[in-house]
């Protein structure tokens, strides 16, 4: 696959912090529609890599690529606009806003370019229908009023996808979306994202330490090792990957 063509895509990634290469001539290229995961051990480069991808970090050499376009200079702030979107991290919650409330200010602020109070109201009023359906989809839609403060800390892992999904993302980053959850609760997510993926018709990217969903949901993993990437395959070729197994299966 040709990174410059893909739904994301990455070309000859590269990102060092002094001397130390965290991030090593990585080629990615993410197929629209899929369900692509990024594993490898702690330190291999997984959040370095979606920091560039996002433009919160700018790479030391290499080209990011959005929809067959080059973005590698465009500022972070623009790409969730564009459909580039990374889900927003727990301590980005209004905590004293409700649930619903909190996808609903994502959602008008992404519809309204500018202020008018007619606008605002309108907005307001279809944010909110926005707001519920988002919800609902992510099984959140019985705890629309309450405080997101009181939510449990999967469920405000919940919350934070519905307020990515509330920016209208064509492809959706999603760092660890189950970590600190139990088995059931971990389950219960991989499902969502699956459920969501269809229903919102999303390009998929994900870091995930949880080997069986990775196994169970990805159309193809990349394997980071050291800031380069090992492999790239779907679970069946990962698994039988002996350096993989070597790198990071443990045998
Ligand atoms: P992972 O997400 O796979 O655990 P990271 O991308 O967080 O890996 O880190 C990759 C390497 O880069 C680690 O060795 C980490 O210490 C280093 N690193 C990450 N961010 C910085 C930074 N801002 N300054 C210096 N080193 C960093």
Redesign the pocket.
């Given at each position: 696959d040709d990174p410059s063509e893909a739904a994301l895509g990455a070309s000859g990634l590269t990102r060092t912090?002094?001397g130390?290469v965290?991030?090593d001539r990585v080629d990615i290229a993410v197929r629209e529609g899929e369900l692509r995961s990024i594993i490898?051990?702690?330190?291999?480069?997984?959040?370095?890599?979606f920091?560039i991808l996002t433009n919160a970090l700018s790479p030391s050499a290499g080209e990011v690529y959005y929809d067959g376009t080059e973005i590698t200079d465009v500022p972070q702030h623009e790409r969730p606009h564009m459909g580039l979107v990374r889900s927003f991290q727990s301590n980005q919650l209004f905590e004293e806003q409700t649930t619903l409330e909190n996808v609903r200010i994502v959602a008008q602020t992404i519809e309204q370019g500018s202020f008018s109070f007619d606008l605002f109201r309108r907005g307001q009023r279809v944010a909110e229908e926005t707001a519920y359906e988002i919800l609902d989809r992510v099984g959140l839609a019985p705890l629309a009023e309450e405080e997101a403060t009181n939510l449990s800390h999967g469920d405000q892992r919940r919350l934070s996808i519905a307020m990515a999904l509330a920016t209208d993302p064509s492809v959706l980053l999603l760092d660890e979306p189950t970590s600190g959850m139990g088995p059931t609760e971990t389950e219960e997510t991989a499902a969502m994202i699956e459920s969501i993926q269809s229903e919102f018709d999303l390009t998929l990217l994900l870091?995930e330490h949880d080997m069986s969903i990775v196994l169970s949901m990805s159309d193809r993993i990349t394997v980071?090792n050291r800031?380069e990437v090992l492999a790239t395959g779907t679970p069946d070729e990962i698994q039988e990957n002996a350096q993989v197994q070597d790198a990071y299966l443990g045998g």
């Open positions: 912090f002094g130390f965290a991030v490898g051990p702690n330190g291999a480069g997984k959040t370095t890599l920091n870091i980071l800031g």
